[in-house]
């Protein structure tokens, strides 16, 4: 294990839920992240944390709401989504600082969108 | 806007040959790069670093080059092993602290 968790797992949805996905790492850091990954595309950064406070929002819609309130949790909420937000959504975590440190990722949740 | 390439086709090797895997990028210069292995229904795992002032970085059978005039890093496993076949994964300094640009990956099958 990573020491990145992520809850749920798989997510299924329809378009007028609400609902968060949760990441927890056990591993001091001081940075977090989200990232979006659909089939045949990269990894889509969507939000950093450093320190709690949000230093990236790769325009991001404002469907996806992040939320840091401690260095070791981040949350993404979800509201009124689109079949098109169906993918991998991936947690990071990495030391901060210098920059250039290795990211620890979490197992994902699937999500699905109705 | 920065672009990374990788083998968009899978790769496929015999056991005990060595892989290599190609990450291009254009309209950049990174300070550093990293690489990682993702398997199916997992998250990504960091494999090595290097950064723009190295040539090369070894890790047990991993080998990494990073040739700044070419744009380009190579990625090397020797002996490859059935238990390698895996996407493998580029990134490169987003130009801000703590981000990085992912390519889309390579996908290596190592048939015994």
């Known amino acids: 294990e990573t020491g990145v968790t992520q809850t749920p797992r798989h997510l299924v949805m329809g378009m007028t839920n609400k609902k968060s996905l949760k990441c927890e790492q056990h591993?001091?850091?001081?940075?977090m992240y989200w990232y979006k990954q659909s089939a045949k595309k990269p990894l889509e950064l969507m939000f950093v944390?450093?320190?709690?406070?949000?230093?990236e929002n790769n325009s991001v819609p404002s469907r996806f709401s992040p939320e840091c309130p401690n260095s070791s949790h981040l949350f993404l909420h979800l509201h009124t989504l689109q079949p098109e937000d169906s993918a991998l959504y991936l947690c990071a975590s990495s030391g901060g600082g210098a920059g250039d440190n290795e990211q620890f990722f979490g197992p994902g949740t699937r999500l699905t969108v109705l | 806007s920065q672009k990374i390439e990788q083998n968009s086709e899978a790769l496929n090797i015999q056991e005990g040959k060595t892989a290599t895997l190609t990450c291009n990028y254009t309209?950049?210069?990174?300070?550093?790069l990293q690489w990682y292995r993702q398997d199916p229904g997992r998250g990504p795992v960091f494999l090595l670093l290097i950064r723009e002032n190295e040539k090369e970085k070894r890790k047990e059978r991993l080998k990494v080059t990073f040739d700044t005039t070419l744009k380009q890093s190579l990625f090397h496993i020797t002996a490859s092993q059935p238990a390698d076949s895996a996407t493998y994964l580029c990134a490169l300094d987003g130009g801000a602290t703590n981000k990085l640009i992912f390519g889309t990956g390579t996908l290596l099958a190592v048939q015994p």
């Open positions: 591993l001091g850091h001081n940075a």
């Open positions: 309209n950049y210069s990174p300070a550093y």
């Open positions: 944390y450093n320190f709690k406070e949000q230093t």
